[in-house]
């Protein structure tokens, strides 16, 4: 249904002002599988929810945005194109380079002038699991997670970011603009548990935008494609599976505008005050994993709590950079392998641009002195093994033609592996080396940052069927191949 309506209440001239501010290493033994990686007309295969005993948690399946699973696909099955996929996730990349220049410490990029605002902003534990499916909220590549907000709940599918900190959903009435979601929106006035944060709270000097409105606390937050949500700041029981989460502190969004797919908002998992991750810390350790599958008809899982360490056994661990800036999970990149033979980039090319891991964007981004090396070896290899060139598409420059028997029977692909401080390693799946861009052109999933100096961003498609661990108390993020 289309959510678009305009209605007079208290806080109605504050919201508007508000919206205002805010616009201002192995070898080559991966095979390479063109069915499978689409999986066309795969049936939608997920386990039943189930519910284990405190010391492993609840499990629930992550799916992927347009696979057959989500709760968000089109109802006539269509997907936006890769075009549109790939422009999206550079705008995502750039959100995040300029989130960095404004609050990373000692980045080299210069932080921007920011607008003057209006005069009415200033600027032991228990698991749970929640199921995510890829979807194309702030972005198209991102993943989706059902919750339950309120009392009696109302379940609501909405995005899960480890860049965001601020968990927010579109609410009734819309002052001013809601987009189009799947579900009804959410009411405060069906919840028995709801309640508006007080602007004198403490709670709402953690808000990075906020306003007052009748003594009630407004947030906004504007992202890097310009959508922007505004509302009032407040508190109702979160549900993740058969978890609730008591007094939980979100935006509640009466003026809601721009690239939110049909999702009903966002879950923030980032490092910061407002996040779940740290709201919850005392029900569960701030710990929480991933597994984000490697087909649109695949399962994963979203675990938080200690439940999500559980595929520490076989995990590699890199320390989380936590002294480099809020909100984002950084760590320290050191080189980069292809068919288990490191590659010669310098120690100074990561260390001068940072990395960091991130659950939104989709191609892995690096510093162009590290690119050129992975493409002209990865290009070697591929030329070995008998593939041919194909034409480029967008920002990714190094692409082949799959129409050869050979590929569809299985050929091999050179074999990728990102390295870590502490000596944790990526070995790339099969299914997060190559881009597919249609059923006879695949492109190498990396690409180049603009200058050497801008922030290299691990990427989705070469975190498919890793568990990806973060624990907030150890200050570590852990790898664990083969999750899902």
């Excluded at 194109?81 to 220049?101: K, N, P």
């Excluded at 978890?243 to 969004?253: H, M, S």
């Excluded at 981004?365 to 593939?387: D, I, N, T, V």
């Amino acid at each position: 249904m289309v959510v678009s309506c305009c209605c007079p209440e208290q806080g109605l001239f504050f919201l508007l002002l508000l919206a205002a501010a805010v616009s201002s290493g192995g070898s080559s033994d991966v095979k390479l599988n063109v069915e499978a990686l689409f999986h066309v007309g795969s049936p939608c295969l997920i386990p039943q929810e189930h519910k284990h005993g405190a010391a492993t948690g609840t499990r629930m399946p992550v799916v992927h945005r347009h696979g057959p699973c989500s709760p968000l696909a089109d109802e006539h099955g269509k997907a936006p194109s890769h075009e549109e996929i790939l422009a999206a996730d550079q705008r995502r990349v750039e959100y995040i380079r300029r989130r960095v220049a404004e609050t990373t410490t000692g980045h080299h990029v210069r932080r921007p002038k920011l607008q003057p605002e209006p005069a009415s902003l200033s600027s032991s534990a228990a698991p749970a699991n929640v199921p995510a499916s890829s979807g194309d909220a702030v972005g198209t590549g991102n993943y989706v997670v059902t919750i339950g907000i309120g009392t009696p709940e109302e379940r609501l599918t909405v995005v899960f970011d480890t860049g965001s900190d601020t968990t927010w959903v579109q609410c009734q009435p819309c002052v001013e603009s809601c987009y189009m979601q799947e579900e009804p929106l959410f009411s405060p006035a069906n919840s028995s548990t709801y309640a508006n944060v007080s602007c004198s709270s403490p709670y709402c000097s953690d808000l990075d935008r906020r306003g007052c409105s009748g003594g009630h606390c407004l947030y906004a937050v504007r992202y890097g494609d310009g959508s922007t949500t505004v509302g009032f700041y407040a508190q109702d029981t979160l549900t993740l599976a058969s978890d609730a989460v008591k007094e939980f502190r979100f935006g509640c969004g009466e003026d809601n505008r721009g690239l939110f797919g049909r999702a009903a908002g966002l879950m923030g998992l980032g490092r910061g005050k407002t996040s779940l991750t740290s709201q919850a810390r005392d029900k569960y350790g701030g710990v929480f994993s991933y597994c984000l599958p490697a087909t649109p008809s695949g399962t994963g899982f979203l675990d938080l709590g200690p439940a999500a360490g559980s595929p520490a056994a076989n995990a590699r661990f890199t320390p989380m950079l936590t002294d480099m800036g809020p909100t984002f999970y950084y760590v320290g990149l050191t080189g980069i392998k292809v068919d288990g033979r490191a590659l010669s980039i310098p120690g100074s090319v990561f260390s001068d641009a940072g990395a960091l891991v991130d659950s939104g964007t989709v191609i892995t981004r690096l510093p162009p002195k590290a690119y050129a090396p992975l493409r002209s070896a990865f290009a070697k290899s591929m030329e070995g093994l008998g593939y041919k060139k194909a034409p480029a598409t967008s920002f990714l420059d190094t692409c082949y033609d799959l129409t050869e028997a050979g590929a569809k029977g299985g050929k091999a692909l050179p074999a990728v592996s990102l390295a870590f401080q502490g000596g944790a390693s990526l070995d790339v799946d099969k299914s997060g080396i190559l881009y597919q861009v249609d059923e006879s052109r695949a492109c190498l999933a990396f690409a180049p940052n603009s200058e050497d100096t801008d922030m290299a961003i691990v990427g989705n498609t070469q975190q498919k069927t890793y568990g990806v661990l973060y624990d907030l108390g150890k200050k570590v993020v852990g790898f664990a191949p083969g999750a899902c």
